[in-house]
């Protein structure tokens, strides 16, 4: 099992390294992580490029984790039964991975909000619509697409353990605890790539959508 959860990260990090902001930002003759925010994620490519790039960025960051998961759960679904979920999780950190510290740009990506999103499509949907509703409610109220995308990791973790105990997320027990941990590893990194953003959340200096571009 320790190698399988190589392999599934391995395989989720290649197709995190897919940067659809960047490559749409080079078909339009530039490097969107010079642009705005220096972000290879969605958001700066909605501001710095307009809806459409946004709306392909999101779409492409989307559905690499989730091709991710989904070859990842057909590779060892036979052979792992009792641990493909936790094998489709580990593929879609690797996603958010690969999409957040792609070498070949130096480590420099994306924030993974939009991939991590399509990790929970992919492993925990039943999770999808209050994230999906917090970030809505959250980004029309106050304008912070960071507030909006903290909201998405810290509830999506909430609602794993408790789906979990709950035994809703069809885990198998042994695995429950490493998915809980794992889980929580999306929302430290997220929080984590989103540090500058909480500060000035924090000192009430965060730009709010639609106005400027976020430094």
């Known amino acids: 099992m320790i190698v399988a959860r190589v392999i599934a990260v391995a395989i989720g990090y290649v197709f995190g390294l897919f ?9 339009q003759g530039i490097d969107i992580r010079n642009e705005g ?9 909605l501001r710095v490029l307009g809806v459409k790039a946004g709306l392909i960025t999101f779409a492409g960051d989307l559905f690499k984790a989730i091709f991710a998961v989904i070859l990842v759960e057909v590779l060892f679904g036979k052979t792992y039964p009792e641990a493909v979920k936790i094998l489709g999780l580990y593929a879609g950190f690797g996603a958010v991975l690969g999409h957040n510290f792609p070498f070949y740009l130096k480590f420099k990506g994306g924030k993974g909000i939009a991939c991590t999103s399509g990790m929970i499509l992919a492993v925990c949907p039943m999770a999808a619509p209050i994230c999906l509703f917090l970030f809505i409610v959250s980004i029309a109220i106050t304008r912070y697409v960071s507030l909006g995308s903290i909201l998405v990791v810290v509830s999506y973790l909430i609602q794993v353990i408790v789906f979990g105990q709950l035994g809703y997320l069809k885990v198998d027990a042994a695995y429950l605890p490493e998915f809980y941990i794992v889980s929580a590893c999306f929302t430290a990194m997220a929080l984590w790539r989103h540090r500058a953003n909480i500060r000035r959340l924090l000192t009430g200096t965060e730009n709010k959508f639609g106005l400027k571009k976020e430094k």
């Not at 940067?19 to 078909?27: D, V």
């Not at 925010?37 to 490519?45: E, F, K």
């Open 19 to 27: 940067q659809t902001g960047y490559l749409y930002g080079k078909s």
């Open 37 to 45: 925010s220096g972000n290879a994620g969605t958001t700066n490519s």
